[in-house]
């Protein structure tokens, strides 16, 4: 009967864990990502709202 080779083993297990590992990091990356380009979509539309707001606020007039 053949002897396990148990160092073989352990490599393949380290490496299915490192790929499983460098898969989450992918899609945790990418869920970021996401989430960021539609916050900046967001922060844009807020900004082009409140710039007009602004240029009127600092017109001569004290903020209250």
Known sequence: MAKPNY???KRQRD???????EEKLQR???A????SAEGETEATEATDEA???EQTSTDD???S
Request: net charge positive; aromatic share 4%.
């Open 61 to 63: 007039k004290p903020a």
């Open 32 to 35: 970021l990502a996401e989430t």
């Open 7 to 9: 160092s073989f083993a």
């Open 28 to 30: 945790k990356n990418a």
């Open 51 to 53: 710039a007009p707001v």
């Open 15 to 21: 490496l299915a864990k490192e790929q499983k590992k």
